[in-house]
């Protein structure tokens, strides 16, 4: 990315940031009218915290890990809180329209006349407001933060295949998706998901992208671990768009070097299945010869062995089905993550989480193993799916 798309980026996001910040100070701090010297306290609070958010993006590219990782707690953490203090802010406006315009349709029918505003009354319902949307935002968050932080489950998924011969022993996958290893997912958290995996016992272990959020240099040592799982025959890895941010060529090389097999437009035998990957959808863009291609991954193959792709985004199961492709995995959407972010994810794709068929194909979709940005998942808890492929 150019310098001068960075700072347009940059601008943006601050013009966002600043806007959403105003409009917290002014339903929260301004028209309850907060005593001193809550009303300061208040109000430096949220400009510190939006000062943050920026400096914390940049900050993070330019100090070691143990600088950056408490910083981008505490700016990843109110990223959340922000989102859902906005959410229940607007909601609480909308309602309080609704009950208003209907007082108003019920004084034009009867005729009564209107009452005067009552300057303390008035403050009196936006400090209920404000309280009530506070203690609403940090229960959510705070939810949201045990769900994220709080104990993987494994979800156990059966596909039947049709092409697998009758009494073929069910084949075993486990798919890890949007590890995002990052400011505040580390050692620790992968640790404790190579250990769960292994323990699964699977055929093959599938990584279906967005596993880091920084390069080689920062990430490496963390990301040696994955030399640690184990599977009979062994463990694939596809591209998401978050490697095509963190420096993907590097990451591709090192991935080789801890035994990890990188599937770009290709396919190999593994058991009773052909097992394909493609590129990101999107990595077309980042040049340097990236870009999926789905007719490569699958040509000249056998068309009686069932074919799985791995494809990071759930969009590609459209041409995928289009080539014969019999079950897709898929992840990126993070099965929206908070409450209500699934719904703008449905405006994209409508495959947000789980099983679905399109058409002659099956498409699974992790919610993913990690997390983005928020260390909170409200709705969408992650997962390590275990999948069984057999015969149906």
């Known amino acids: 990315m150019t310098a001068s798309r960075i700072a347009f980026a940059l601008a943006v996001a601050s013009t966002v940031l600043f806007s959403v910040h105003y409009f917290l100070w002014a339903r929260l701090v301004r028209d309850p009218s907060l005593p001193a010297p809550w009303s300061a306290a208040a109000t430096t609070a949220l400009a510190a915290l939006g000062v943050s958010v920026i400096g914390g993006l940049v900050l993070t590219r330019l100090v070691s890990r143990s600088i950056s990782t408490p910083v981008m707690w505490v700016v990843y953490t109110w990223l959340g809180l922000m989102f859902y203090l906005f959410l229940l802010t607007v909601a609480a406006d909308v309602a309080l329209l609704i009950v208003r315009v209907g007082r108003l349709a019920v004084l034009a029918v009867t005729g009564a006349p209107r009452e005067a505003v009552d300057p303390e009354r008035r403050v009196a319902l936006a400090r209920i407001v404000a309280g009530a949307v506070a203690l609403a935002a940090v229960g959510v968050g705070g939810v949201g933060m045990a769900n994220a932080l709080g104990h993987i489950k494994v979800a156990r998924v059966r596909v039947p295949l049709s092409k697998l011969p009758p009494g073929t022993p069910p084949y075993r996958i486990v798919q890890l998706s949007d590890l995002h290893l990052g400011p505040t997912l580390g050692e620790g958290f992968l640790s404790d998901v190579i250990a769960r995996t292994n323990a699964l016992a699977p055929d093959c272990v599938v990584i279906t992208g967005d596993l880091v ?70 990595a077309a863009h980042f040049g340097n010869g990236h870009g999926a291609d789905i007719p490569r991954a699958l040509a000249d193959r056998d068309p009686t062995r069932p074919v799985v792709l791995l494809a990071h985004q759930p969009q590609a199961v459209v041409e995928a089905e289009a080539n014969g492709v019999d079950l897709q995995l898929s992840g990126h959407t993070h099965g929206g993550q908070i409450f209500p972010w699934g719904y703008a994810v449905k405006l994209v794709t409508p495959y947000v989480a789980g099983l679905y068929r399109h058409r002659s194909a099956a498409l699974y979709v992790s919610r993913g193993t990690g997390y983005w940005g928020p260390p909170m998942r409200v709705g969408a808890p992650a997962e390590i799916t275990h999948l069984e492929l057999a015969h149906g």
């Not at 420096?247 to 052909?274: H, M, S």
Request: net charge negative.
């Open 213 to 282: 959020d920084s390069d080689t240099g920062v990430l490496g040592p963390v990301v040696a671990r994955l030399a640690d799982l184990r599977a009979k025959d062994g463990v694939f890895f596809v591209t998401g768009n978050h490697e095509y941010y963190s420096g993907v060529d590097a990451w591709l090389a090192f991935l080789r070097e801890l035994g990890v097999r990188v599937l770009r437009n290709e396919r190999v035998a593994v058991g009773p299945i052909d097992l394909a990957g493609v590129d990101d959808w999107s």
